[in-house]
């Protein structure tokens, strides 16, 4: 098993930044990529971001491409989300993800980002 514990959400303003971590523990080993989620109200569950420690590649989501940066430390076992130029559209829940193979299966529980207009 792996646990993941998300910090730094909050609430912030149109166009400001945010950084969210994500600390990683247990099996870490068998982790092969992490990522960041997120479920906005009324909506369901979309990809934001991943990171793969193997190939060093990352993924972004058209809606955070340009203004978000995924960057971790393998090592450590942690991983980051800094998110710039907020807009009222990325309020929602962001959820840390694991994956031990092709799939993300592990799971956070959740940090509360609030952009207001």
């Known amino acids: 098993q792996v646990q993941l514990v998300e910090s730094g959400g909050g609430l912030v303003q149109a166009g400001d930044s945010l950084r969210l971590s994500c600390a990683a523990s247990g099996r870490t080993f068998s982790t092969t990529a992490m990522g960041w989620f997120r479920r906005a109200p009324g909506k369901v569950r979309e990809f934001v971001a991943g990171i793969n420690w193997s190939a060093g590649s990352t993924d972004y989501a058209d809606s955070v491409k340009g203004r978000s940066t995924i960057s971790g430390d393998s090592a450590k076992n942690t991983v980051y989300l800094q998110m710039n130029s907020l807009k009222p559209e990325d309020t929602a829940v962001y959820y840390c993800?694991?994956?031990?193979?092709?799939?993300?299966?592990?799971w956070g529980q959740g940090t509360q980002v609030t952009v207001s207009s």
């Open positions: 993800a694991a994956a031990s193979g092709r799939f993300y299966d592990y």
